[in-house]
């Protein structure tokens, strides 16, 4: 069974940076011709959850959104069990909660239907 714990979340003003990290326990992070993927969405109040980045686990393959790409970059360390987010010129429009999502036969990185797997949620609040 995979279980996805994350860390990392607080509050900070604009411009400010942060760290989030996805440790995934029972989780195969596959081979360069496998599709198993952990992603970070986020979810503000009342909108939908949406993928912020997205990195196939056995390639190294990144997505990141438009709205963060140049901001944010996602990585996994050797073992490829924890996922970090990094954050910087953090903006108001960032805050959410963020959740990590993790995936086997993932097809397309944005959609939350291709992730079996999720975490509880970190809060990101970036105060202006």
């Known amino acids: 069974q995979v279980q996805l714990v994350e860390s990392g979340g607080g509050s900070v003003q604009a411009g400010g940076s942060l760290t989030l990290s996805c440790a995934a326990s029972?989780?195969?992070?596959?081979?360069?011709?496998?599709?198993?993927?952990i992603a970070w969405f986020r979810q503000a109040p009342g909108t939908e959850r949406e993928a912020v980045a997205a990195?196939?686990?056995?390639?190294?393959?990144?997505y990141y959104d438009p709205s963060v790409k140049g901001r944010f970059t996602i990585s996994q360390d050797n073992a490829k069990i924890v996922v970090t987010l990094q954050m910087k010129n953090l903006k108001p429009e960032d805050t959410a909660m963020y959740y990590c999502?993790?995936?086997?036969?993932?097809?397309?990185?944005?959609?939350?239907?291709?992730?079996?797997?999720w975490g509880q949620g970190t809060q990101v609040t970036v105060s202006s």
């Open positions: 999502a993790a995936g086997f036969y993932v097809a397309d990185p944005t959609q939350r239907v291709e992730y079996g797997y």
């Open positions: 029972g989780y195969t992070p596959g081979n360069q011709y496998s599709s198993n993927c």
């Open positions: 990195i196939y686990t056995g390639s190294g393959n990144t």
